[in-house]
């Protein structure tokens, strides 16, 4: 009898993330890394099991016995452990990218990437299973592997992924080679895999300090974290969420990347497979702005040095790859079946030739809140700062893709609407304080015409509701931002009856789909947790916190057991669907908590 693809694959709730700021891996809770990219987030993978359990690499250290496996991150910090119980005796492993030790010259070929899995006896005697399948290129590409004394070296061109390690390997001859290792009560067996580009380089000649290394990772990020003054409403989730946040962000420009891979599915077996490892300005943004609730000043700072490299581009782009090219082409990788059969699989993003208004709005938005939290922008970004409230000025009557990237025809989408108010509204405030310079009375007057727009074309008096794009009457929950830019008050009637028939027509199980009509590509996906953290956000600020914190911590339940989210969640299974993990679910995570800390601060305020 066949195996079905479904029982070939972890589910996605399976894996866990470390990384070091340049590059991610995946690692599944039997320990099996089925997903990494080297040197940096947007390359071909080395390992891709997650995209083809049979063809895709991997690099596994799991039990050879049965075992109970629990499995959290040290203490407020990115590296991963994890503990096998068996009948033989107990050991765990720790998973991490030695965040220190990555060359910062971007591009550089004397960079070197590592990763480090120490296995450590705890109780009696345990054997692992080791196996090691680089497969370069997401497995299109010749990989050469041998064994040497004390490692293991596979190559691919120039390209070197170099294994030290204590175990005794066996060549198979198809690609990959294996090993058992047996564990006792305070020993440690430490692997460490080294990429590198070029001839004559040996990382092992001077042996790495396996330990002194993960004491440093760990300090690194506890350091980080102890910057985090939040304390309030699910402190855990919100400070997990951060660390994440800060995992998505490439060290070397400040470019925030939206997840750290490429196709995992929004309905399983569907189409609808995106490859989201860049940098969206809208993404970034909201990150941003997330991170700056916790009093992370730096990465906003760098993030918009790293926008002032791009203004010698043409025209804004939605998107760009961390180091900065918008040249972002799509292709499918064919010989891939894709995580459980959902094909196609693709590397690159066509939306990154799309027209998506809401650009303006976002990046002068960030900009705003980054005055009123930092300092004022720097002085050679406020001229492109004033073009880009122009550039609202000039195109907002352009119909466009949406928030949504949607592979069909432009509309008048009103969350794009909406953002154009934004970055005419920001720029209006910034010009007020002296910090922009522009034609004050022509802006006040776009503003104008768009609010006019909007409430005379976005909100349909027949369903009560804002609606998806201009003079239609298809639900989108992109209408729930509406106060949350503050367009509208959370109490105006409008918004209240927008709040209501999205409760009513977009909601499954308590989690909020994006929309739910034809949207020219075929299938259908999952519920989306950004937009139902929109959700939570409204009811919070409407005064029906007992709803917001009950909706939170429904949504809360669906984290994996290390406290990551996903894009969507299959409203009927609890499966989660999409790009793993997801930096808008966090940033939404963290923000819905604040929201929430701020309502129950109000309400103890009335009662006093």
């Known amino acids: 009898m066949s195996v079905g693809a479904g029982e070939r694959y972890r589910p996605i709730s399976d894996y866990a993330m470390i990384g070091d700021m340049h590059s991610a891996a995946l690692i599944s809770s039997d320990g099996s890394m089925d997903w990494c990219c080297f040197p940096h987030f947007d390359d071909p993978a080395v390992f891709c099991r997650i995209l083809d359990s049979d063809k895709g690499g991997y690099f596994a250290i799991t039990p050879a016995s049965k075992s109970a496996v629990s499995r959290k991150y040290v203490e407020d910090s990115n590296v991963l452990e994890t503990r096998h119980d068996t009948a033989e005796g107990a050991a765990r492993v720790f998973d991490l990218m030695p965040v220190e030790k990555v060359a910062h010259e971007e591009g550089s ?14 109780e009696g005697t345990v054997a692992f299973d080791v196996v090691f399948k680089p497969t370069f290129g997401f497995a299109e590409n010749k990989t050469d592997i041998r064994v040497e004394a004390g490692k293991v070296v596979a190559t691919c061109g120039e390209e070197t992924l170099l294994l030290s390690s204590p175990a005794v390997f066996a060549p198979s001859g198809a690609g990959f080679v294996s090993a058992t290792v047996r564990v006792r009560k305070g020993e440690k067996f430490c692997f460490g895999l080294f990429y590198f580009k070029g001839e004559g380089r040996d990382p092992l000649k001077k042996p790495a300090d396996y330990q002194g290394d993960l004491d440093e990772t760990v300090a690194f990020w506890r350091a980080w974290l102890s910057r985090c003054r939040y304390h309030g409403y699910h402190a855990d989730l919100v400070r997990r969420s951060a660390l994440v946040l800060k995992l998505l962000i490439y ?35 909201l990150i941003l702005s997330a991170l700056m609730e916790l009093d992370y000043q730096d990465e906003a700072l760098r993030f918009f040095r790293w926008i002032e490299s791009l203004q010698e581009k043409a025209s804004l782009q939605i998107m760009y790859t961390i180091h900065g090219s918008p040249d972002i082409p799509e292709r499918e990788l064919a010989h891939l079946e894709g995580y459980k059969k959902s094909s196609p699989v693709r590397v690159g993003n066509a939306a990154a030739a799309q027209t998506q208004l809401d650009r303006f709005g976002q990046l002068l938005n960030a900009a705003y809140y980054c005055y009123k939290k930092i300092a004022p922008p720097a002085e050679n970004i406020r001229s492109f700062l004033s073009g880009l409230v122009d550039e609202a000025c000039l195109h907002w009557k352009d119909p466009d893709h949406g928030i949504w ?33 522009g034609p004050l009375e022509r802006w006040i007057g776009v503003r104008e015409e768009i609010s006019t727009e909007i409430l005379q074309r976005g909100y349909n008096s027949r369903i009560g509701a804002f609606t998806q794009s201009f003079d239609s009457d298809t639900l989108d929950a992109s209408a729930l931002t509406v106060p949350l830019v503050g367009f509208l008050p959370f109490d105006d009637p409008r918004v209240l009856s927008t709040v209501d028939v999205v409760r009513r027509r977009l909601v499954s199980n308590g989690l909020v789909y994006r929309y739910l009509n034809d949207d020219g590509l075929p299938g259908g996906e999952g519920t989306f947790l950004l937009c139902t953290f929109w959700l939570v956000d409204n009811l919070a600020n409407q005064g029906c916190l007992d709803e917001a914190k009950a909706l939170f911590e429904s949504v809360a339940k669906h984290a994996n057991n290390v406290g990551l989210f996903s894009e969507e969640i299959d409203p009927k299974s609890g499966e989660l669907l999409g790009n793993f993990p997801q930096g808008f679910t966090h940033l939404a995570l963290i923000r819905s908590a604040i929201h929430i800390q701020n309502a129950e601060e109000r309400q103890r305020a009335k009662r006093s």
């Open 405 to 437: 990237e949607v592979r069909d025809r432009p509309r008048h989408y009103l969350h794009s609407k909406l953002m154009c108010w934004v970055a005419l509204d920001r720029g209006i405030k910034l010009a007020e304080l002296g910090v922009l310079e």
């Open 251 to 285: 060290e070397p420009t400040g470019a925030l990347i939206a997840a750290p891979t490429t196709s995992l599915p929004e309905e399983i077996g569907g189409v609808r497979n995106w490859d989201y490892r860049f940098s969206w300005i809208r993404d970034s943004t």
């Open 109 to 122: 070929k004397h960079s070197l990437h590592s990763v480090y899995r120490i296995l450590e006896g705890l």
